[in-house]
């Protein structure tokens, strides 16, 4: 009977500790999330206005590629270093059998475009009505 309540108590012991390390992983992950949607928040109200004109430009068109998006930014700063050093190592992974952008010229060409979402949630999951205010 020994055996057999020492087996109980491990037993019981796990199970208090999955409990309690869930437990712990819950809210670690949560921290992470808000600490994550914080930061975002921060970057659209810093940048609203580029914000702006990227949803109306959205708006219009319902579309943007890289080259449009790039064009509006700028009007609003310079973009940051490290960003354009991950876009050149993205276009230097491209595969040399893909199609390399060349030059522009006055020869009208159909852009390939990328539709672009932004949705920000608050941190209980709801959309936030306005990103920009508080």
Do not use: F
């Not at 087996?7 to 819950?26: C, G, K, N, P, T």
């Not at 914000?51 to 890289?66: N, Q």
């Not at 876009?87 to 390939?112: G, N, Y």
């Amino acid at each position: 009977e020994a055996a057999s309540d020492d087996m109980i108590m491990r037993l019981v012991a796990r199970d208090q500790m999955s409990e309690q390390l869930a437990a712990a992983i819950d809210r670690n992950v949560r921290r992470i999330a808000d600490d994550a949607y914080a930061v975002a928040k921060g970057h659209i109200q810093a940048n609203r206005a580029a914000m702006d004109a990227i949803v109306a430009r959205l708006l219009e068109s319902e579309t943007l590629s890289g080259e449009e998006m790039h064009t509006i930014l700028t009007q609003y700063g310079p973009i940051p270093e490290e960003n354009l050093q991950l876009l050149a190592e993205a276009h230097a992974e491209i595969p040399s059998s893909a199609p390399k952008a060349s030059p522009p010229d006055s020869t009208p060409k159909k852009k390939r475009r990328t539709s672009v979402r932004v949705v920000v949630k608050r941190a209980g999951g709801s959309p936030d009505p306005d990103p920009g205010s508080q």
